[in-house]
């Protein structure tokens, strides 16, 4: 089973706009990291933000911001008034407790996404 | 800050061929990645190190595959014979420590491309 998916593989938004991409996981463990990367054309893996799993309120980093339902195993990204900067593959991933094993990220497939002028 | 770094940018070889890829994490980052991204896919951890020792190579294709880290810093990874379904981008991340806060910082990736 999927550990993460992200159910649109494409997202378009209008510059200015406000554009939320779903990222829903799965995991037993009680302690987790999830985290949101960009990854332009030129291929890097730029982090945006992280959301601890006991980490009450929902993480903002600048435009950013993630949508944390625990219960509902979702960490949805929202970024605010939309660049065309934003252009980009977006991956969510998740970091799954450390006791003693790998912490090692585990990637969705990503959502591609189109901010239009 | 210098970021992680890595090199070649692009390859192209042959299959049967053998490749390397070099890289050099951040300053101070004791925690070193090694990722596969195919195509159309998020990528996915082939080893990690921590200081010079082996976290985890569950996923690292041993038969082909193989994976450095000398006196904890530089790595390299190497493939050989390389194999078509091998095209890919090799990505390489560092992080400062083991916690699950910890934030994984990546290269700009290898892209190798096998005929």
């Known amino acids: 089973a999927q550990k993460i998916t992200q159910t649109q593989p494409g997202m378009f938004v209008q510059e200015k706009e406000a554009v939320t991409l779903d990222c829903t996981y799965d995991?037993?463990?009680?302690?987790?990291?999830l985290f949101w990367y960009k990854q332009p054309s030129s291929g890097e893996m730029i982090f945006l933000i992280y959301q601890g799993s006991y980490d009450e309120q929902n993480a903002t980093e600048g435009r950013y911001s993630l949508n944390f339902q625990k219960a509902r195993k979702s960490a949805n990204l929202v970024i605010s008034a939309s660049q065309l900067g934003d252009s980009a593959m977006y991956f969510c991933?998740?970091?799954?407790?450390?006791?003693?094993?790998?912490?090692?990220?585990?990637f969705g497939k990503g959502t591609k996404l189109t901010v239009n002028p | 800050e210098a970021g992680v770094a890595q090199s070649p940018r692009y390859k192209i070889i042959e299959k049967r061929q053998s490749v390397a890829f070099w890289c050099n994490p951040i300053?101070?980052?004791?925690?070193l990645y090694w990722y596969q991204q195919i195509l159309g896919q998020g990528p996915k951890l082939l080893i990690q190190f921590q200081n010079n020792g082996v976290v985890d190579d569950s996923q690292l294709p041993k038969d082909r595959f193989s994976a450095e880290r000398l006196k904890g810093v530089d790595s390299t990874l190497k493939i050989q014979p390389a194999k078509l379904e091998d095209s890919a981008v090799y990505l390489c991340a560092s992080s400062l420590g083991r916690r699950a806060r910890e934030t994984q910082y990546f290269g700009p990736g290898t892209r190798l491309l096998v005929l």
């Open positions: 991933a998740m970091r799954e407790g450390t006791q003693g094993g790998s912490e090692k990220l585990v």
């Open positions: 995991t037993s463990d009680q302690s987790y990291g």
């Open positions: 300053s101070g980052h004791a925690t």
